[in-house]
């Protein structure tokens, strides 16, 4: 599965863009997202099935954020769970066909 060009999030276009190496203050990460130039990164190395699921991760971080939820949008304790989550109950149940 290729990952979209773009996803759209509480009316809000985001580009996504694969990166070969992205860093987060300095330390190698799977994703990143930039609110302000609405762009998630997800990083090209992963396997299909990681640039999916971190894709959601980082999905999650902007729902948050869109939601005005910004004191905990970036709670890795609160997004890698519900991340996880959301990726396994769509795919388990071929829920992305839905739409």
């Not at 330390?27 to 997202?33: K, S």
């Not at 729902?63 to 905990?72: S, T, V, W, Y």
Request: aromatic content about 6%.
């Amino acid at each position: 599965m290729k990952l979209p060009k773009h996803v759209k999030i509480s009316g809000i276009k985001y580009t996504v863009v694969l990166k070969k190496r992205l860093e987060d203050s300095g330390d190698a990460c799977w994703g990143l997202t930039d609110y302000p130039g609405a762009t998630i990164y997800i990083r090209k190395e992963l396997s299909e099935q990681k640039q999916r699921q971190t894709l959601m991760h980082e999905m999650v971080h902007v729902m948050m954020h869109e939601a005005g939820l910004d004191d905990i949008c970036n709670d890795e304790k609160i997004v890698t769970p519900l991340g996880n989550m959301l990726d396994n109950v769509l795919a388990s149940n071929n829920l992305a066909k839905l739409y």
